[in-house]
């Protein structure tokens, strides 16, 4: 029997675990009592982990050899590496040369490792020649990323774990934590328990089981946070909590914030968010006044069309109470995948460059040139995940590698993205699972390692780095992601860079970790103090730099920020509705949201039984009085329509969704609930800054349906 220390591939709270195997087959998992992101907890999908792993699952589950199919709707026939890898680079080249770099389009995803996701950026920046490179962690954490920019300088979250156990005050929005990130809310309920004084505030549509345990839920209208914000930001004003030195001596642009909250009264806010004046006054005075206020946010805030105007609008409320930069307290966004932070850090998306650079930024551009060893990188704006696939719809992007991620079922809009894979010449597709929606459109089908079978790095929530390591081989020819785009890449530089010395020279993931860490050096990431071997002993959390053997817990505790004077900016954003209309054709407001056992397009977690016993009936869940008005029937069939698809799915009487409102979880795919699945509904409309999608927020009507 043999323990391996690794990391749990969900979601971002990083939990470690001890992988168990014993003769070539991962036995069992253990929470890892040592890792300080869970201190050895592990919530039902992470303890159930070895189960995606067993010998069945293996076989029947996972992608063994790279396959290939000769024309659309052929079937899918197997081939060697070599000639995979060559069909691909031949025709990369032959598009590339035809078209331009910017006809190629990568489309990877924030469970990649740091080490896959650098290996891809280098690729297609570096030798294809095109920023058009985005991930799915555009659709979970873009707005966080902008909001922290434009407020503090810096894409750089402020607190950490720790802070849930000394916080006075929780502001919870977005977020059903209980659900989406369990083993924080663990900690959530042990520090309630150790000081039963702390008080509880939960904003969400829905009364989920987080808002079940708050002290006060303001139960607001959808897309209506901003408004919620400015009024609770003019009650602060008015009431006098606001910490008048902290503005004056660490911050910049309050006056033209106050003006604008002045014609948000707390009366008028509350009516527009659909809560009580008494109830979002309460919130204003608990926020403000509290010893230390942390606010945990993540997909309710992010996925908006207002997605960025909405995060700045909270860390407004800190900067305006001074509850930023003490333990306890600050802004402090979950991520949703386990690394998209690690995209982040290495620039693997359009909008980002390595180390937290700007692509827009000549000098930015240069300097990762001079680090990777090309002439220069591409200039020209990258296309980000909506913008992408609209682009290939019309013909202009005409191939598209997708790297661990399942666009025909994730994406919004699924018309316009299948539209799009159908018209593409090229669709590569790296995958560890069989059956994904997105495999019926590829060209080419290559076998990924997973978890448990591939080594490298990620970045949980709170900035720490932890190791992810192979406890047994991966099945077939199954291969690391960064090894296939190394491999391929390799090809196209005997016609890209005749003569020259390889790029893709690297020998294993701790030479890619290597080259990344270099782009950190003297950047607000830094991690330059850092090595695999201290990983190895202890995660630890960025910044690192060289001269520091641990990481920061925290930022910003000496009130200065990462902007050029070093002052935080309020960000002045006026309340926009979303942007599906509500109207009589289009009468309710969908949202979505996530199951307590299950994790994004089911491949890995629909494999174990046991996950899917918690709730495998896939339904739309309506207020009992919006059914009765409509003459449907708890139990029965629904045709669920939006301005972009529909869908029939059966009715769930449910007195936690407000009146007005529908909620279906984001997992069911088609191959659950046929058609394009529950993404056929969604919004694809973006937030201009974070270009993050409105997945939270369709106009839908709903009608009877019978059984076809
Ligand atoms: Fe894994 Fe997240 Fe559960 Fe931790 S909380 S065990 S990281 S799914």
């Not at 982990?49 to 197997?78: M, Y």
């Not at 502001?171 to 959530?188: C, D, E, K, Q, V």
Request: neutral net charge.
């Amino acid at each position: 029997m043999t323990d391996t220390r690794s990391t749990c591939p969900y979601c971002g709270v990083g939990c470690g675990v001890i992988i168990e195997s014993d003769a070539g087959q991962i036995t069992g998992v253990r929470g890892d009592p040592d890792h300080p992101a869970n201190f050895g907890r592990l919530c039902s999908k992470g303890s159930t982990l070895h189960l995606t792993a067993t010998p069945i699952v293996l076989q029947t589950k996972r992608l063994h050899h790279p396959q290939h199919r000769a024309a659309r709707g052929d079937e899918l026939q197997a081939l060697s590496w070599d000639e995979a890898n060559q069909r691909i680079a031949d025709k990369l080249l032959s598009l590339r040369a035809d078209h331009g770099p910017d006809a190629i389009g990568f489309y990877i995803s924030g469970q990649l490792l740091t080490e896959d996701y650098h290996a891809f950026n280098k690729l297609a920046r570096g030798l294809v020649g095109t920023n058009n490179i985005d991930s799915n962690s555009r659709l979970c954490m873009s707005s966080a990323v902008v909001g922290y920019k434009q407020s503090l300088g810096s894409d750089a979250p402020p607190a950490c774990y720790e802070d849930l156990d000394r916080a006075d005050c929780l502001f919870i929005t977005g977020s059903n934590m209980a659900w989406a990130h369990p083993i924080l809310f663990r900690r959530i309920e042990a520090a309630r328990a150790a000081r039963p004084e702390m008080k509880i505030i939960v904003v969400d549509p829905r009364r989920t089981e987080t808002a079940e345990f708050a002290d006060l839920h303001l139960q607001i209208q959808p897309g209506t946070d901003v408004a919620l914000c400015l009024g609770m930001l003019h009650a602060m004003v008015w009431e006098g909590w606001i910490d008048a030195n902290f503005i004056a001596e660490h911050t910049e642009g309050f006056d033209a914030l106050k003006a604008l909250a002045r014609d948000m009264p707390p009366a008028k806010a509350a009516r527009q968010c659909g809560i009580s004046e008494a109830d979002l006054l309460q919130a204003a005075r608990w926020f403000a006044t509290s010893e230390a206020t942390l606010s945990l946010y993540c997909m309710g805030l992010n996925q908006s069309t207002s997605g960025t105007a909405k995060n700045t609008a909270l860390i407004n409320l800190h900067l305006a109470s001074g509850q930023i930069g003490r333990p306890g307290a600050g802004p402090f966004s979950l991520t949703g995948q386990p690394n998209a932070m690690g995209g982040r850090e290495t620039g693997g998306m359009a909008t980002l460059l390595p180390g937290h650079r700007d692509p827009t930024d000549a000098d930015h551009r240069a300097e990762i040139a001079r680090l990777w060893g090309v002439d220069a990188l591409p200039a020209t704006a990258g296309k980000t995940a909506v913008e992408l696939f609209e682009a290939a719809a019309r013909g202009e992007v005409k191939a598209l590698w997708l790297a661990c991620t399942n666009p025909a079922q994730s994406l919004p809009n699924q018309a316009l993205v299948r539209a799009a894979l159908e018209r593409c010449e090229l669709v590569i597709l790296q995958e560890a699972f069989t059956g994904t929606a997105t495999a019926a459109y590829a060209d080419f089908v290559l076998p990924a390692a997973t978890w448990g079978e591939k080594e490298g790095t990620v970045t949980n929530s709170e900035r720490r780095i932890s190791r992810v390591r192979a406890a047994i081989l991966p099945p077939g020819e199954a291969r690391p992601d960064w090894q296939i785009a190394r491999d391929i890449a390799q090809r196209l530089e005997v016609q890209l860079r005749p003569g020259l010395p390889s790029l893709f020279g690297v020998e294993g993931p701790e030479a890619l970790w290597l080259e990344h860490r270099e782009a950190t050096r003297g950047r607000d990431l830094d991690i330059t103090g850092l090595t695999y071997a201290m990983l190895e002993r202890s995660p630890q959390q960025w910044p690192c730099p060289e001269a520091e053997s641990q990481g920061r817990a925290r930022l910003y505790q000496d009130s200065r920020f990462a902007t050029a004077n070093g002052r935080a900016r309020f960000v002045s954003r006026p309340f926009a509705a979303a942007a599906d209309k509500i109207d009589a054709s289009f009468a309710l407001a969908l949202t979505t949201g996530r199951m307590r056992d299950q994790w994004h397009g089911m491949s890995r977690s629909g494999a174990v039984p046991r996950l899917m016993a918690f709730d495998a009936r896939p339904a739309v869940r309506l207020n009992p009085q919006d059914l009765a008005r409509r003459g449907l029937k708890d139990g029965g069939l629904g045709k669920l329509t939006t301005r972009r698809g529909s869908l029939v799915l059966p009715m769930q009487a449910d007195e936690t969704v407000a009146c007005g409102q529908a909620y279906v979880p984001m997992h069911w795919g088609a191959e659950f609930i046929g058609g394009d699945g529950i993404n056929a509904l969604t919004q694809d409309a973006f937030c201009p800054d974070a270009r993050q999608p409105e997945l939270k927020f369709s106009a839908m009507n709903v009608q009877p349906a019978e059984l076809p």
